[in-house]
């Protein structure tokens, strides 16, 4: 199904009912409102105004719309920061951060807890079992404009007991961060500070745990919502939306208490600004987005919680928050659209349906123009309503991919904390994986470590440096082919070097040692040579040692750069593109998997027994399907920025 995002308090109140009725026309079903309005909702303490919420809710409902409300909590009111002020965070210099944007609050406020359950309540309370109300999205994208990390006052008590829990001991706590170095040795927990304004870097086990610490607040105060949500409105499901290759905290635990993963997709800006690519790639992708920047986030997020996901925010124009924001290429927002719905999307929510003409979003395109004229997003959201109605029950079927991707969210600040070298990037490794496999035709499911595994022929995970007992055991036991990318295995839990050296754990897959490791600058290039072909090695190399294990490609002094022992297979290096692809396929290959080398704006993805092919590029290319299909949207040439689907034999 279709939806949109709409402020019934950005317009006047005449033009609501004909909002409704052109959404109904156009094919929208969900109607997102309320995540910004605290203001609107409570002018002043107490003094709740909920006519206007009411009448626009029964609008909708009026012309067959179904409602996600969503909690005003990442708009703290002025007067709530005028009378509270111990509300807002502070960064990393330890500056308050002022009024006048959003997202100006403290995930470990006490204060903030108590207003956060104060207004869930009375909204709960209100619209809990309203008929229109089918769901809740709980705030608005967790952490945006980097509000995870809060550096004031009283996150330092609130540190203080999370390491409590965890250490028990101050005792446990000085041999888990190794204190003994620079004389850092504490003599109970009041004595800890948070890890900024230090002298130089910080103790890296002091600030993986400041960051675990500050994941699992935002964890626990999504809780705090869901539990006063599932006791007032029963029956209606919860959701938040993410954002992309947003990593500032873990979002598996926060998937597990909600309904509904969604992310808020916007190709054109993430490629512009979230992954390192080559300033050619960028330009290559300017109008379409990089063909796997959408995807990879559909499947992260299908890896969630219940495996139910939405698009929550759709980019249907120009965006006006990167460094360049062009307008999506003609069909773009068709082809995304159509994408999310091949990756599994329940909803495809656009945001937002009138572009707002003033505040600081004013350049942000919308279905529909600040005129309310239909906008081209809006014309090919139509489009997609009508071509909708030929699938009916097809759209709802999934079935598991031949190959999993383990995504790690501490690998990610691990490499953050201790890159060891310029541009050691995990997101962008894992990035490379990932299309390396779409590029051979490949469905990817992406998993967090320790998912069971069984049933995948291919499993491969760009790096596990910090790897638990049921990660290593999921693997074990998963009888998949499987890759392990450079510095797996590479720290403890505390961020210490394991006995025994790298990769720690994971020597119960692949039975070897890491006894150096170092990091490449651009002008230094090695080359390793695996099945009698050379290629390029820069940025990161290992030195592998095994007494057991089988070296199955060499750098060109000879020392191996991948160890093998039974079909588990380590990467001692920072791997190029060429040779992850070369390399994938052989190992597909050898599962007995069937390959497709596509071009490089070509992609494919299997739903139930559909066969989604995507054009991303500004030429048409023929659809690799088989002759005689049967097709449901297309044909056996695809325009450019265009699809085909037809049904698999």
Same mark, same amino acid.
């Given at each position: 199904m279709l939806g949109v995002c709409y402020y019934p308090e950005h317009w006047p109140e005449k033009v609501w009912t004909e909002d409704a009725a052109a959404m109904a026309a156009l094919g929208i079903t969900y109607v997102r409102i309320g995540e910004f309005a605290w203001s609107q909702m409570e002018p002043r303490r107490d003094?709740?105004?909920?006519?206007?919420?009411?009448?626009?809710?029964?609008?909708?409902?009026?012309?067959?719309?179904?409602?996600?409300?969503?909690?005003?909590?990442?708009?703290?009111?002025?007067?709530?920061?005028?009378?509270?002020?111990?509300?807002?965070?502070?960064?990393?210099?330890?500056?308050?951060?002022?009024?006048?944007?959003?997202?100006?609050?403290?995930?470990?406020?006490?204060?903030w807890w108590e207003e956060t359950q104060r207004i869930v309540e009375a909204m709960g309370s209100r619209y809990g079992e309203h008929p229109a109300v089918a769901g809740w999205q709980i705030d608005n994208e967790y952490g945006c404009h980097n509000t995870v990390l809060s550096y004031v006052p009283h996150c330092l008590p609130a540190f203080r007991n999370w390491l409590h829990k965890r250490y028990q001991t101050i005792e446990s706590l000085n041999e888990a961060w190794g204190t003994a170095f620079w004389s850092q040795t504490y003599g109970g927990f009041h004595e800890v500070d948070l890890p900024n304004l230090t002298v130089t870097e910080a103790n890296p086990s002091h600030l993986m745990d400041y960051r675990r610490f500050a994941s699992d607040q935002v964890a626990v105060y999504n809780r705090l919502q869901v539990d006063i949500l599932r006791r007032l409105s029963p029956g209606r499901f919860l959701a938040h939306n993410f954002m992309g290759f947003f990593t500032e905290f873990d979002h598996y635990p926060v998937a597990r208490d909600i309904d509904v993963v969604s992310w808020d997709s916007y190709p054109l800006g993430h490629t512009d600004q979230r992954l390192p690519m080559p300033a050619e790639d960028k330009t290559r992708w300017a109008r379409s987005g990089h063909p796997?920047?959408?995807?990879?986030?559909?499947?992260?997020?299908?890896?969630?919680?219940?495996?139910?996901?939405?698009?929550?925010?759709q980019q249907p124009g120009p965006v006006n928050w990167a460094d360049f924001n062009p307008a999506p290429a003609k069909g773009m927002v068709r082809l995304w659209t159509w994408e999310a719905f091949a990756h599994g999307a329940e909803v495809v929510s656009y945001f937002?349906?009138?572009? =707002?003409?003033? %505040?600081?979003? @004013?350049?942000? *395109?919308? #279905?529909?123009?600040?005129?309310?004229?239909?906008?081209?997003?809006?014309?090919?959201?139509?489009?997609?309503?009508?071509?909708?109605?030929?699938?009916?029950? =097809?759209?709802? %079927?999934?079935? @598991?991919?031949? *190959?999993? #991707?383990?995504?790690?969210?501490?690998?990610?600040?691990?490499?953050?904390?201790?890159?060891?070298?310029?541009?050691?990037?995990?997101?962008?490794?894992?990035?490379?994986?990932?299309?390396?496999?779409?590029?051979?035709?490949?469905?990817?499911?992406?998993?967090?470590?320790?998912?069971?595994?069984?049933?995948?022929a291919l499993v491969v995970a760009p790096s596990l440096p910090m790897i638990d007992g049921a990660a290593v055991a999921a693997l074990e036991s998963s009888g998949a082919t499987i890759v392990l990318g450079p510095r797996s295995g590479a720290k403890t839990k505390t961020f210490q070097i394991p006995e025994g050296l790298p990769p720690g754990a994971l020597r119960a897959l692949v039975d070897l040692q890491v006894t150096r490791v170092e990091s490449l600058p651009p002008s230094v290039q090695d080359q390793l040579t695996w099945a009698n072909k050379t290629?390029?090695?820069?940025?990161?190399?290992?030195?592998l040692e095994s007494d057991s294990a089988e070296s199955t490609a060499t750098f060109q002094d000879g020392e191996a750069a991948i160890m093998t022992q039974d079909d588990r297979h380590y990467l001692g290096f920072w791997p190029e593109e060429a040779f992850l692809t070369d390399f994938i396929a052989a190992l597909a290959e050898a599962r007995g998997l069937t390959i497709q080398r596509l071009d490089e704006a070509l992609r494919l993805r299997r739903l139930g027994d559909l066969t989604f092919a995507f054009n991303y590029g500004d030429r048409s290319l023929p659809a690799p399907a088989p002759e005689g299909a049967d097709y449901l949207l297309g044909g056996p040439e695809i325009p450019a920025h265009d699809l085909a689907v037809w049904k698999t034999q």
């Open positions: 003094a709740f105004d909920w006519g206007w919420l009411d009448r626009a809710i029964d609008t909708l409902a009026a012309a067959g719309l179904k409602v996600v409300l969503g909690t005003p909590t990442a708009t703290p009111p002025k007067w709530l920061i005028n009378e509270r002020p111990e509300i807002l965070p502070a960064d990393e210099r330890g500056r308050v951060l002022r009024f006048g944007a959003r997202r100006h609050y403290c995930f470990s406020s006490p204060a796997d920047v959408a995807a990879f986030h559909h499947d992260l997020c299908r890896g969630m919680g219940s495996g139910r996901w939405w698009v929550m925010e937002r349906w009138r572009q =707002a003409p003033f %505040a600081q979003e @004013q350049m942000h *395109a919308g #279905l529909n123009r600040p005129d309310g004229v239909l906008d081209q997003g809006g014309e090919e959201a139509t489009q997609v309503g009508r071509e909708m109605t030929a699938f009916g029950e =097809a759209l709802g %079927a999934r079935r @598991q991919a031949p *190959a999993a #991707l383990i995504f790690d969210y501490e690998a990610v600040w691990t490499f953050q904390i201790q890159p060891q070298g310029l541009g050691f990037n995990y997101k962008a490794l894992a990035h490379r994986f990932y299309r390396c496999l779409r590029r051979l035709g490949l469905d990817v499911d992406i998993l967090p470590p320790g998912a069971p595994l069984d049933g995948y290629y390029p090695v820069g940025l990161w190399r290992e030195r």
